[in-house]
């Protein structure tokens, strides 16, 4: 089993910057792929980013790729989402998910790790 934990979230203003952490503990060699999700109210969860724990090829949606950025810290097992230019449509609960093998899939169906989530909102 793979436990992951959220933090970093938290009200900003629009423009403004968060930086997210998922803190992964337990089988982490059994989720080489980390995404990062977010579901705002009354909608499905979303992809946001990806990352490869082993040489980190990143994936975005293209609602957030020049404004978030991703990446891992391996001596620490935790993975970072950077949110720059933040907009209030960007405001919803952000997950962190883990997988195993070496793709970077977008659905949320593949991934079999997941952390309670951290609400972000962005206010207007």
């Known amino acids: 089993q793979v436990q992951l934990v959220e933090s970093g979230g938290g009200l900003v203003q629009a423009g403004g910057s968060l930086r997210l952490s998922c803190a992964a503990s337990?089988?982490?060699?059994?989720?080489?792929?980390m995404g990062w999700f977010r579901q705002a109210p009354g909608k499905e969860r979303e992809f946001v980013a990806a990352?490869?724990?082993?040489?980190?090829?990143?994936s975005y949606a293209d609602s957030v790729k020049g404004r978030f950025t991703i990446s891992r810290d391996n001596t620490k097992n935790t993975v970072y989402l950077q949110m720059n230019s933040l907009k209030p449509e960007d405001t919803a609960v952000y997950y962190c998910?883990?997988?195993?093998?070496?793709?970077?899939?977008?659905?949320?169906?593949?991934?079999?790790?997941w952390g309670q989530g951290t609400q972000v909102t962005v206010s207007s």
């Open positions: 998910a883990g997988k195993g093998g070496m793709v970077l899939t977008t659905s949320p169906r593949t991934y079999d790790y």
């Open positions: 337990g089988r982490t060699f059994s989720s080489n792929v």
């Open positions: 990352i490869r724990w082993s040489g980190g090829t990143t």
